[in-house]
T-cell receptor
């Protein structure tokens, strides 16, 4: 069974569209994340939720809105897509947000291409 | 903020040893992670260092010097499958959520 799963894996869409990426983890973790990896492979934190509550919100355009219906799910909705949004978006989870050895488990990534 | 620096690319020969360095500048250091990422795949956890010294785990070892803001990942008996990007990540402050460096692309050739 996949620990952190996200869908879709590939998404090609036009500028201006609205799209969502879904994520689910079956590890029983309390904390979930969205990371963005750009063309230069730089992996950057976007959001972090702990038990359905937002704890980290980096400098991300407000066109990006995360939603956590329960602690096993963290979806990412993107409005008015722009060319610069093209990237790989990784969902991830960890047992807790604090404490030592906070190992983060990543999903397989969603390749978003905006044309 | 944090500043994490690692070489962009390295090459090595199958069977050899390679050391990938990572330097960082941060306040309130909590710990340092190394992740491996094969092309087109998710990053996977390799190691975590919070105290100075060497942590050995099979063919992979990770070293940390907090006073120097320095870590390295040592890969022994290199195999072709070790060709991947190696990401250094540092957690600091109250969040414990790691910030990733840009990664080092390691190419292992026969």
């Amino acid at each position: 069974d996949t620990a952190v799963s996200q869908t879709p894996k590939y998404l090609v869409t036009q500028m201006g569209n609205d799209k969502s990426i879904k994520c689910e983890q079956n590890l029983g973790h309390d904390t979930m994340y969205w990371y963005k990896q750009d063309s230069k492979k730089f992996l950057k934190i976007m959001f972090s939720y702990n038990n359905k509550e937002l704890i980290i919100n980096e400098t991300v355009p407000n066109r990006f809105s995360p939603k956590s219906p329960d602690k096993a799910h963290l979806n990412l909705h993107i409005n008015s897509l722009e060319l610069g949004d093209s990237a790989v978006y990784f969902c991830a989870s960890s047992l807790i947000p604090s404490g030592t050895g906070n190992t983060i488990y990543f999903g397989e990534g969603s390749w978003l291409t905006v044309v | 903020g944090q500043n994490i620096d690692q070489p962009t690319e390295m090459t090595a020969t199958e069977g050899a040893i390679v050391q990938i360095n990572c330097t960082y500048q941060t306040s309130g250091f909590n710990g340092l992670f190394w992740y491996q990422q094969h092309a087109g795949e998710a990053p996977t956890f390799l190691s975590y260092n919070v105290l100075d010294g060497l942590e050995e785990k099979g063919r992979f070892s990770s070293f940390l010097s907090r006073s120097k803001g320095y870590s390295y990942l040592l890969l022994k008996e290199l195999q072709m499958k070790d060709s991947a990007s190696y990401l250094c990540a540092v957690s600091s402050g109250g969040s414990y959520i790691p910030t990733f460096g840009r990664g080092t692309s390691l190419i292992v050739h026969p």
